[in-house]
Nanobody, 123 residues
Framework: QVQLVESGGGLAQAGGSLRLSCAVS????????MGWFRQPPGKEREFVAT????????DYADSVKGRFTISRDNAKNMVYLQMYSLKPEDTAVYYC????????????????WGKGTLVTVSS
């Protein structure tokens, strides 16, 4: 019974920054994980970043490591993806996703998905 709503997408220039937000409703557990995924135009959905709800575990795709940061605000029930040094290759629909039990993180393994927010990066 988890609902996820993304926001913050839009148009940015190469080298610019955006922060995506994911509003989380429903119960999350210490064993749960949150993640960001993206689907570029004409391509398959791919992993971007994740963390375990209990904290201490984060992971990033090599393509965004050092540029993107996943974080959360427990008081606001929000998850964020801060994106710096944006590239045209970052253009995609970005999805917030949740997995409510222990297990593998990936496009095919998440339990809940938001509807996505579009990020467009111009040259």
């Amino acid at each position: 019974q988890v609902q996820l709503v993304e926001s913050g997408g839009g148009l940015a220039q190469a080298g610019g920054s955006l922060r995506l937000s994911c509003a989380v409703s429903g119960r999350m557990f210490s064993s749960s994980s949150m993640g960001w995924f993206r689907q570029p135009p004409g391509k398959e959905r791919e992993f971007v970043a994740t963390f375990r709800w209990s904290g201490g575990i984060t992971d990033y795709a090599d393509s965004v490591k050092g540029r993107f940061t996943i974080s959360r605000d427990n008081a606001k029930n929000m998850v964020y993806l801060q994106m710096y040094s944006l590239k045209p290759e970052d253009t995609a629909v970005y999805y917030c996703a949740a997995k409510t039990s222990l297990g593998r993180i990936g496009v095919r393994y998440m339990d809940y998905w938001g509807k996505g927010t579009l990020v467009t990066v111009s040259s």
